[in-house]
């Protein structure tokens, strides 16, 4: 029988990158996803039923309230789900490999590229739930934290990624406005999952960073995905970070990734070389089988 790894928040981008993926990347696995209409992660005893049943090998831990205006509006919320299932999970995982994903948010974003070992300062709730929730998993030295950024992609809802967001606006006739000033380092969402199948078979454990080679504004990223999404046009103004109301946004959360890069057997892409690469290609342009070196 094969080993086997759960992986939570399957119904989410990057939890479902991760199960569509499985096949090519994660052989050696038997991979169980779980969504949140599988399973209440805050609902403890029902967990330990879960993992009495399942006895898994490992665990990549998806799940999450990621996003950062319903932190902001139930911070109990976002601790009970980022914090609270998170180090539940771990505990659970004390025997096995555990791969939480995190954020580039745990940074303030005054500084940029921003390595593992810089101090991390969040500025809104969901970077300081995110922030506590890997102290609770790096307590065990068998398990892994890896902190992400801005993911493109495709979900099966349509309603996951910043690009379906986007493609939504346009399409029923908002502007968007796109901060000139305000950087992120954007990644496909398939190269995820590639990645941490192979921390997962090298047992590789810590902290990690993984985010994309290019260092844009998102007025950048909104440019360069009108070549991709010709219904953009016309619908992208850009403005700046200064105006903004709302929940705390840091203001430049790439990150340097030459610590994971050196442990993987592809170079990881810039967003703009993965556009105009998969725009040459056949196919969707996030196709699940196309995270290729």
């Known amino acids: 029988m094969k080993p086997r790894v759960i992986v939570t928040g399957t119904a989410g981008l990057i939890g479902?990158?991760?199960?569509k993926t499985a096949a090519r990347w994660a052989s050696g696995w038997e991979v169980h996803g779980l969504t949140r209409a599988d399973l209440d992660l805050t609902d403890f005893s029902?967990?330990?039923r879960m993992w009495e049943r399942l006895q898994p090998n490992a665990?990549?831990?998806?799940a999450a309230l990621s996003r950062t205006k319903d932190c902001e509006r139930d911070p109990q919320q976002a601790r009970r789900i980022n914090v609270e299932a998170t180090a539940y999970l771990a505990g659970c995982s004390k025997?096995?490999?555990f791969v939480f994903l995190s954020s580039g948010e745990v940074f303030d974003g005054q500084v940029g590229w921003y390595r593992e070992t810089?101090?991390?300062?969040p500025i809104n709730v969901y970077g300081q739930t995110k922030l506590e929730a890997e102290h609770r998993v790096l307590q065990n030295p068998?398990?892994?934290v890896v902190r992400i950024v801005l993911t493109a992609g495709i979900s099966l809802n349509g309603d996951r990624s910043f690009v379906e967001d986007m493609r939504q606006a346009a399409t029923s006739g908002r502007a968007m406005t796109l901060y000139g000033d305000e950087f992120r380092c954007p990644l496909p969402a398939g190269v995820i999952p590639r990645a941490v199948w192979e921390l997962v078979n090298r047992e590789a454990t810590g902290l990690y960073h993984l985010g994309g080679r290019d260092r844009l504004s998102r007025w950048e990223i909104g440019q360069a995905l009108l070549a991709c999404y010709p219904e953009l046009q016309g619908h992208l103004f850009e403005g700046s970070s200064t105006s903004h109301t709302g929940a705390p946004r840091p203001r430049d959360l790439s990150l340097n990734c030459d610590k994971l890069q050196a442990l993987l057997s592809f170079p990881i892409p810039g967003f703009r070389e993965w556009l105009r690469?998969?725009?040459q290609q056949e196919g969707d342009l996030w196709d699940y089988e196309s995270t290729l070196a």
């Open 95 to 97: 025997e096995i490999p």
């Open 277 to 279: 690469d998969r725009m």
């Open 142 to 144: 068998r398990h892994t």
């Open 118 to 121: 810089d101090h991390a300062n």
């Open 16 to 19: 479902q990158y991760f199960v």
């Open 59 to 62: 665990v990549i831990h998806c």
């Open 46 to 48: 029902s967990v330990e």
